[in-house]
């Protein structure tokens, strides 16, 4: 039996390599010989860089950096000896960074982000892909810029920054919102930042404006693209200063890693994520992993579950939460139980179906 494993971070409990090793504690206590392959996965936001690296190798590299608050911190992205460099972005301006009574959306940026990517141009990198998510920022991407015009000249236009035009860039997200408006990035994802009703306002206002001096410096206006609105603007900065193109995280890393051919002979795979709902629905992770995966029956497991009915009808051949009806949320994100959890739930899958 051939099973092959790629579930998304549990987020706040357990990353996909925890995860995936329980569900495959799972299988090996119902079929020992079962050949597993257990495969990271991220779409962009925590994971992404380790993904990456499981798959194709390279090197580590550590970069003194930023933070969003602008304290000083090391960060890392991968470099592959052809050139390509995968950020993740909440390395240097991400959430986890900061404590909750921290979060401040109004002063936190993206500079460190920059940092990150300049580095990776000075060292000679022609492809850069940036995770984007978990960001602690809805800065539209001005500290980023800002890091950028630091490392390569503040006393030239930025249409003269001849070595970002040599730099392919990709942005890799799941998001669809536009930057502004009321399904932009501040009134979307400020709340969970930190940011107050007031804020909200105050950061979609900067946002627009911003977006209109940019259109018309550039005389084209990238606010609206999808991906534009995600960690907090920084994707409209990628698409509208740095050309970048936008892609969704998971279907990067499929491709990478050939999941397709990975799965082609196999007898199931197991996604899952922390929550599986309409935003699941939408093109989050495991329905990435459901569309690579050929005629493999695809379970999924997740530490909540609604719209069962509707996942099963994508395609889904299983949809299972792994908490008994209930579990406080405070057990339930306890890393050990959790783990229990999603190997007990595969035993079930695997012995009643």
Not at 66 to 81: K, W
Not at 237 to 247: K, S, T
Request: with cysteine; charged share 20%.
């Amino acid at each position: 039996m051939k099973v092959v494993i790629a579930i998304d971070s549990f987020k706040g409990c357990l990353t996909s390599a925890e995860a995936g090793a329980a569900a495959a504690e799972g299988v090996r206590s119902v079929c020992p010989d079962a050949d597993i392959h257990q495969v990271l996965v991220s779409d962009g936001g925590e994971g992404f860089r380790a993904a990456f690296q499981a798959a194709i190798g390279g090197e580590v590299i550590e970069v003194p950096v930023l933070d969003p608050l602008r304290r000083p911190i090391t960060a890392h992205y991968l470099l592959t000896p052809d050139s390509l460099a995968v950020i993740e972005m909440a390395e240097a301006s991400g959430l986890t960074l900061l404590k909750p009574e921290e979060r401040d959306p109004l002063n936190a940026d993206t500079y460190g982000t920059g940092q990150l990517v300049a580095d990776a141009v000075k060292r000679g990198a022609r492809h850069i892909i940036v995770g984007l998510g978990g960001s602690a920022t809805s800065d539209a991407g001005v500290g980023m810029i800002y890091a950028l015009q630091d490392a390569f000249g503040t006393d030239v236009r930025w249409e003269d920054i001849e070595v970002l035009k040599r730099v392919r860039f990709t942005i890799a997200t799941d998001v669809k919102n536009p930057l502004f408006g009321e399904q932009g990035a501040a009134h979307v994802f400020g709340p969970q930042k930190g940011a107050t009703p007031e804020m909200v306002e105050t950061l979609d206002r900067r946002a627009k404006a911003f977006a209109e001096y940019s259109a018309l410096y550039f005389d084209a206006d990238h606010s609206s693209d999808e991906g534009a609105g995600a960690a907090g603007g920084l994707g409209y900065a990628f698409l509208q200063y740095l050309g970048a193109d936008c892609q969704p995280g998971i279907d990067l890393l499929l491709q990478t890693i050939g999941f397709e051919a990975l799965t082609s002979d196999a007898d199931l795979v197991i996604t899952g994520e922390g929550a599986a709902d309409r935003q699941t629905l939408m093109g989050k992770l495991p329905v990435g992993i459901l569309h690579h995966a050929g005629k493999a029956p695809v379970c999924l497991i997740a530490g909540r579950i609604s719209c069962r009915e509707a996942l099963l009808q994508v395609g889904f051949h299983e949809v299972a939460c792994i908490n008994p009806p209930g579990t406080p949320l405070e057990e339930a994100m306890r890393p050990e139980v959790a783990q229990r959890h999603i190997q007990e739930t595969v035993v079930r899958m695997l012995t009643t179906n």
